[in-house]
């Protein structure tokens, strides 16, 4: 089946529960907006997504490719931002770029074309032979942005997506977002910015102490919003 499937997944750091039966699946072509408060479990599942945090226990695929089992081509399905960018101190921005693209099998002049469009829509045109220790927070965050966009993978998971971006760069990133699940692409974020979220998701997981406590679409934005001030 397409699109991501997680099911009944538990996670256990130093014998606490930190997530608690967690299924929910997302569509090819869907936005969903991750929500719950400080130390709900947001970035936890993130990073289970991306394999960063083993699972106790439940199964996710994508595609139909379990990541138990074929870890390598599940790993190649999807992009991921990170809530703190991290870029390789050793490389500059430009092979930062090259990198992915080879990682993700992109064509040289596919990426070349990309690379020249997003430096440009995000003002890094200048900042291509630098490292990441001459770069502010948020130019690192733009090239970290660039790095997870040039794949066309079929899942893309976005932590904070707008912090650190200007108000410019967020924007175009939303834009992005809308095109890329035009094209098929089923995008997971996480936000505090709850405004920005009403303008980017179709739907909404909320999570709480470890759980989906509840899922459905943004149209019942107000409700979501009067529930989670509470
Ligand atoms: N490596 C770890 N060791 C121990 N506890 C952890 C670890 N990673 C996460 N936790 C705990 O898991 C819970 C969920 O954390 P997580 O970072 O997933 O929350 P979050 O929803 O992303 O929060 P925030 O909105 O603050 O970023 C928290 O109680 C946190 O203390």
């Known amino acids: 089946m397409d699109g991501l499937k997680v099911e009944k997944v538990n996670i256990e750091i130093k014998n606490e529960s930190i997530l608690k039966d967690i299924s ?3 569509q090819p072509g869907t936005i969903t907006a991750l929500i719950g408060h400080n130390g709900a479990g947001k970035s936890t599942i993130m990073k289970t997504l991306i394999g960063l945090q083993e699972k106790t226990s439940g199964t996710i695929s994508l595609n139909g490719d379990s990541q138990d089992d074929h870890f390598l081509s599940f790993k190649q399905k999807l992009a ?13 921005t430009m092979q930062h770029f090259q990198l992915y693209g080879k990682s993700y099998q992109i064509d040289e ?5 990309k ?15 630098e490292f990441p220790e001459s770069l502010s927070k948020g130019m690192r965050q733009k090239v970290q942005t660039i790095c997870a966009l040039l ?12 912090m650190g971006l200007d108000v410019y760069a967020a924007d175009f990133l ?7 699940a035009e094209q ?3 995008i997971l974020l996480t936000s505090h910015l709850l405004d920005r979220l009403q303008d980017t998701a179709d739907q909404y997981l909320m999570l709480q102490q470890g759980k989906v406590v ?5 149209g019942s934005f107000h409700e979501l919003k009067r529930r989670f001030a509470e």
């Not at 991921?80 to 500059?92: H, R």
């Not at 794949?151 to 707008?162: A, G, H, K, N, R």
């Not at 939303?174 to 890329?180: F, G, H, N, T």
Request: hydrophobic share 40%.
């Open 24 to 26: 929910f699946y997302l």
């Open 151 to 162: 794949p066309e993978v079929p899942l893309l998971l976005i932590d904070e997506p707008f």
């Open 80 to 92: 991921y931002i990170p809530e703190e960018p991290f870029l390789l101190p050793e490389l500059t």
């Open 115 to 129: 690379v020249d469009y997003y430096i440009h829509e995000l003002e890094i045109g200048d900042k291509l032979h």
């Open 214 to 218: 509840d899922q459905g679409e943004m």
């Open 109 to 113: 002049r596919d990426l070349k074309e």
């Open 174 to 180: 939303q834009q992005q977002m809308a095109a890329k």
């Open 184 to 186: 098929g692409m089923a």
